[in-house]
């Protein structure tokens, strides 16, 4: 309590007092992100406004070596700017501004707590985006996207937040700042910002960055195909794929979502059907014309009940809506989800997702697949009711049978999320002991104290026993964790 | 302390021979590079990779991957094949092309995959693809105290732990050596079409590259150069996808080529042009000539702007130039004559670092003195922390090529 006091004195000296939570009504707040069934509080929560003060922050906690995890705005899933070992919370939400944009070299120089879609918003009228949109991005930072190197809809074809990263500012757990990269893309040495992008804030805090931004296409086009078996609708994902086609988006929704997203938003998409794609075509009129033509060739060569294309801007803002809404659309049936972000190798798809059904029939809960496919990133939304025990461990269960699923068949633990707290004890399923350690040595690198959002990504000491049950009722209770 | 060649106790299968080079190891797989790397570190041996590496200590010992060459697994249904890396991207090709896939990488065909993974050199096939390492989707990887770690495989997008690729690719095996790579591949272009443009005036020349990088959507490459044998500049173009785009494509460049005369221009340059011009692009390529390779590294617009530097660098005029659109970096190459001393070249890092740029040395001669350990140091205190962290947690024996402070193809001993 002491050490507390004394850190909370000093925090309240960097920021000021106004910019110091510590009251229990205040921290109920950031007592969970958006991965609801885990929730613990911080010890205290501050929110500097600049890279001076992250520093001195940091430094603070090194000195009272008490831990420190950084938030942007607790849109995570897998718990990543949780305090599951108590300490400071670092909120980023203060450090909003957007720098400057280069439409020269179309670059943007941004603070971690600028919104995801802000930056769209004041780079469109310059003809440029910035191409990572997480589903969330209404509501997600850019430093999250960083920390999580996070995807989106349109990453098939850009790439995740990484390919869009060229340089950060960084704090170090040490509480030093470090510049990698640049405007230029490049590094003098091995590539920090690689390492340092989707590490989840244990290897360091991103308070600057400098990203990437695109050429709005002159033309894009969204077409809705239908298939009675979702075998032909993985088939096609492939196929796209493999003709070289590149689309800008190509997302698989399963007829529970489209019926449930109909009832919510009525879109009117196909409901007496296995599955539905969304494929969007980007780039300049001659290329989208050709493309559309071969993927209507393409398409009629596999059973495909129909086919559609978005008649105005009005109805492809509709379909890309209801399809980043599914979720949402979801808390109509239950209040929440339990949502799994595997990636597998796309021919993959078909056998998985009829697993997927089969052990939402063994464990009696509600499976939603809104997802990815041309990614291969799947994201089986498993429906629950957080007050209903009994339910939590039958989800809790059948999605540690989903990721054994995916493993088996070549695939990893996350595509777009992160590991974690969420997904922590299942990194020994992927990883073997030896290659775990020599992952570790990284985090040791950066942060020999183990104070930067200790407790994610690796299990940890207490939980090894239980690594083979996932993240068990039993363990989130005996961690003080809430269910 | 650099021992000599003390192995015996590695398997049977692990061919070692020695020839005018000295001792070479060449393992037949992953388990035994790990037996290898294990022992060398017991035994205090340094180990270096061929190709590509910073000079030969003595008593150190050649590692030959060359029987770590096979295509192991292609998977045209996921756009992804997994190959050993000892293997040579000419043969990769090979291997690839009857399928009617390829690695959409542009660089000498007989350089094999570990090295470019290692070294990651520029090559002009950034502009469409990114670097190599952007294609790698997963790696296998022997650590410098012979542990072994699989990261990725067959899957697009991967944020399961800490993106280890970062670690052991572009580091000039320091802290590992890759010795199995899944990469994306893609089909054949439906049509590609090579151009290739002269131009005396360097003003001309830049004036057309800008336009031409400004109003073709996604060339394949695009490239500006200039080589003391070619004299004048060139513009290197490729477009490649569906037929009628890169018809339509192939027109606007022609159009932004008019006005030089027809004899410098080729509007059909093909296959043959780019298997000339790749290979004498790579400059840190061990089968260029020896000379002195800067990187330098700044925001694109800025680049564009290289010839107003030499009114403070009039050494610059006696440079080979190789300007890939978009990439963020160029290099700057002197042949036998005409380098520039190494007060002017900190002269220039400094002019380059006011402009939040760096340069480079990648390849230096034999006779250049330079501290270039020094030179490419990154002046951050904090980095260099984790330099030293990162070779004490990965290369715990010094056994592997310590780079870091960066020393360049080619280097001998410092001045």
């Given at each position: 309590m002491?050490?507390?006091w004394?850190?909370?004195?000093s925090?309240e000296?960097?920021?000021?007092k106004a910019n110091?939570?510590?009251s229990?009504?205040e921290l109920?707040?950031?007592e969970c992100d958006?991965?609801?069934?885990i ?8 929110l500097?406004a600049?890279t001076?003060?992250?520093a001195?922050?940091?430094?603070a906690c ?8 950084a ?5 995570g ?6 305090t ?8 980023l939400a203060?450090?909003n501004r957007?720098?400057?944009?280069d ?10 707590g600028?919104?995801n879609?802000?930056?769209n918003d004041a780079?469109c009228?310059?003809g440029?985006?910035?191409?990572p949109d997480?589903s969330?991005?209404?509501?997600c930072t850019l430093?999250?996207?960083i920390?999580?190197n ?5 990453c098939?074809k850009?790439?995740v937040?990484l390919?869009?990263t060229?340089?950060l500012?960084?704090?170090?757990p040490?509480g030093d700042?470090?510049?990698?990269g640049?405007?230029?893309?490049q590094?003098?040495g ?8 989707g590490?989840?804030?244990?290897l360091g805090?991103?308070?600057?960055a ?10 894009i ?7 009675a ?6 088939e096609?994902?492939?196929?796209i794929?493999?003709?070289g ?5 190509l997302e ?5 979502t489209?019926?449930?997203v ?16 969304l494929?969007?075509l980007d780039g300049d009129h ?6 559309g033509?071969?993927l ?13 294309m ?32 595997c ?6 798809l078909a056998?998985?997702l009829?697993?997927i ?21 799947l994201h089986?939304?498993?429906l ?8 939590v ?5 059948a999605?540690?049978?989903i ?5 088996a ?5 996350s595509?777009?999320h992160?590991?974690?707290v969420?997904?922590a004890?299942?990194?020994p ?5 030896e290659?775990?350690?020599?992952m570790q040595?990284l ?5 020999p104290?183990q104070l ?5 990504i690796?299990p940890?000491p ?12 039993a ?9 | 302390m ?20 000295g001792w ?10 790990q037996?290898?790397l294990?022992?060398?570190?017991v035994t205090h041996?340094a180990?270096?990779p061929?190709?590509?590496t910073?000079?030969?200590?003595p008593?150190a010992i050649?590692?030959d ?5 096979t295509?192991?697994r292609?998977r045209?249904e996921?756009?992804m094949?997994?190959v050993q890396?000892g293997i ?7 291997a ?5 896939y390829?690695?959409?990488?542009a ?6 995959l570990?090295s470019l ?5 520029l090559?002009?096939s950034?502009?469409?693809m ?5 294609s ?7 650590v410098g105290?012979?542990a072994c770690?699989?990261?990725?495989g067959?899957v697009?997008k ?9 670690l052991?690719?572009?580091t000039h095996h ?7 790579a ?8 439906e049509?590609?079409h ?5 131009s005396e005036s ?10 031409m990088g400004?109003?073709i959507a996604?060339p394949r490459?695009?490239a500006?150069?200039?080589?003391k ?8 173009a490729q ?5 009628q785009t890169?018809q339509?494509q192939a027109q606007?460049l022609?159009q932004l ?8 221009q080729?509007?059909?340059?093909g296959?043959k042009?780019m ?10 390529n ?11 590294a700044?925001?694109?617009s800025d680049?564009?702007a ?11 005029d ?8 978009g990439?963020?970096?160029m290099?700057?190459?002197w042949?036998?004559?005409?380098m520039?001393?190494?007060t002017?070249?900190d002269?220039?890092?400094?002019f380059i670092q006011d402009?939040n ?13 330079m ?5 490419n140091?990154?002046p951050?205190?904090?980095?260099q922390?984790?330099l ?5 947690q990965?290369n715990?024996?010094g056994i592997?090529?310590?780079?870091w402070?960066?020393?360049p ?5 410092l001045v």
């Amino acid at each position: 309590m002491g050490t507390l006091w004394g850190l909370i004195k000093s925090l309240e000296s960097i920021v000021g007092k106004a910019n110091v939570l510590a009251s229990p009504e205040e921290l109920a707040v950031y007592e969970c992100d958006a991965c609801v069934l885990i929730k613990t509080q911080p010890d205290v929560v501050v929110l500097p406004a600049s890279t001076e003060e992250v520093a001195q922050i940091i430094k603070a906690c090194n000195k009272a070596h008490v831990p420190f995890v950084a938030r942007g705005a607790g849109t995570g899933l897998s718990g990543g700017a949780l305090t599951t070992e108590g300490g400071v919370l670092i909120g980023l939400a203060r450090m909003n501004r957007i720098l400057s944009i280069d439409t020269e070299n179309k670059t943007a120089h941004v603070q971690p707590g600028v919104v995801n879609v802000w930056l769209n918003d004041a780079t469109c009228s310059h003809g440029l985006f910035y191409a990572p949109d997480p589903s969330s991005q209404a509501a997600c930072t850019l430093g999250g996207n960083i920390a999580e190197n996070a995807g989106g809809i349109h990453c098939v074809k850009y790439g995740v937040t990484l390919d869009h990263t060229l340089g950060l500012t960084v704090v170090t757990p040490e509480g030093d700042v470090v510049k990698t990269g640049g405007a230029h893309g490049q590094h003098l040495g091995p590539s920090w910002t690689g390492l340092l992008v989707g590490s989840e804030g244990t290897l360091g805090i991103v308070t600057e960055a400098v990203v990437r931004l695109v050429p709005v296409p002159q033309a894009i086009r969204v077409y809705q195909a239908a298939f009675a078996r979702m075998e032909d609708a993985a088939e096609v994902v492939s196929s796209i794929m493999a003709d070289g086609l590149t689309p800008s988006a190509l997302e698989l929704i399963d007829a529970f979502t489209a019926k449930t997203v109909n009832a919510a938003f009525h879109i009117g998409l196909p409901e007496d059907v296995d599955a539905v794609l969304l494929i969007e075509l980007d780039g300049d009129h001659i290329s989208v014309e050709q493309a559309g033509s071969r993927l209507i060739t393409l398409l009629n060569r596999f059973s495909v009940s129909q086919i559609r294309m978005a008649e105005d801007e009005t109805e492809r803002l509709a379909l890309w809506k209801a399809r980043k809404g599914a979720v949402s659309a979801y808390g109509r049936i239950l209040p929440a989800f339990y949502i799994h972000d595997c990636v597998v190798p796309r021919s993959q798809l078909a056998p998985l997702l009829r697993q997927i059904e089969t052990i939402g029939q063994k464990y009696d809960v509600l499976i939603g697949n809104v997802f990815h496919a041309g990614d291969g990133n799947l994201h089986p939304n498993i429906l629950l009711d957080p007050n209903d025990a009994d339910m939590v461990g039958r989800v809790m269960a059948a999605g540690k049978e989903i990721l054994e699923a995916c493993l088996a068949v070549g695939g990893v633990l996350s595509g777009e999320h992160g590991i974690g707290v969420e997904k922590a004890e299942f990194m020994p399923l992927q990883f073997t002991e030896e290659e775990l350690a020599v992952m570790q040595r990284l985090k040791t690198v950066f942060d020999p104290q183990q104070l930067a959002n200790p407790g994610k990504i690796f299990p940890t000491p207490q939980r090894c026993g239980e690594t083979r049950a996932g993240l068990s009722l039993a363990t989130l209770q005996a961690g003080g964790l809430w269910v | 302390m650099i021992k000599p060649l003390v192995f015996p106790f590695l398997p049977s299968q692990v061919e070692r021979i020695q020839d005018e080079r000295g001792w070479l190891v060449r393992p037949d797989s992953t388990e035994a590079l790990q037996q290898i790397l294990k022992q060398a570190g017991v035994t205090h041996t340094a180990l270096y990779p061929e190709w590509g590496t910073a000079s030969v200590a003595p008593q150190a010992i050649l590692l030959d991957m060359s029987r770590l060459a096979t295509v192991i697994r292609l998977r045209p249904e996921e756009l992804m094949v997994t190959v050993q890396t000892g293997i040579t991207v000419g043969a990769l090709q090979s291997a690839l092309n009857p399928a009617g896939y390829y690695l959409p990488y542009a660089t000498s065909p007989n350089r094999p995959l570990y090295s470019l993974l290692a070294d990651t050199p520029l090559s002009l096939s950034e502009t469409a693809m990114g670097p190599l390492s952007a294609s790698v989707t997963g790696i296998r990887v022997v650590v410098g105290d012979g542990a072994c770690i699989h990261y990725g495989g067959e899957v697009v997008k991967n944020v399961t732990g800490y993106d280890l690729r970062h670690l052991f690719m572009g580091t000039h095996h320091q802290y590992g050596i890759v010795t199995q790579a899944t990469l994306k591949i893609a089909p054949i272009p439906e049509q590609t079409h090579t151009m290739l443009f002269f131009s005396e005036s360097t003003a001309d020349a830049l004036q057309r590259f800008t336009h031409m990088g400004q109003q073709i959507a996604a060339p394949r490459i695009l490239a500006l150069f200039r080589t003391k044998m070619t004299f004048g500049w060139h513009i290197l173009a490729q477009v490649a996808g569906y037929r009628q785009t890169v018809q339509e494509q192939a027109q606007r460049l022609s159009q932004l080529a008019s006005g030089l005369p027809e004899s410098l221009q080729n509007w059909d340059a093909g296959d043959k042009t780019m298997a000339h011009w790749v290979p004498r692009l790579d400059w840190t390529n061990e089968e260029e000539p020896d000379g002195l390779v800067l990187r330098v590294a700044l925001p694109h617009s800025d680049l564009l702007a290289f010839d107003t530097w030499q009114k403070a660098f009039p050494w610059m005029d006696g440079a080979d130039v190789c300007l890939p659109w978009g990439t963020g970096q160029m290099l700057l190459r002197w042949i036998s004559v005409n380098m520039p001393y190494a007060t002017e070249l900190d002269s220039f890092k400094r002019f380059i670092q006011d402009q939040n740029g760096f340069v480079q040395i990648v390849r230096v001669p034999s006779h250049y003195k330079m501290d270039v350990t020094q030179f490419n140091q990154d002046p951050q205190p904090a980095v260099q922390t984790w330099l030293k962290r990162l070779d004490t947690q990965y290369n715990p024996h010094g056994i592997l090529p310590r780079i870091w402070p960066a020393a360049p193809t080619g280097a001998k001993e410092l001045v």
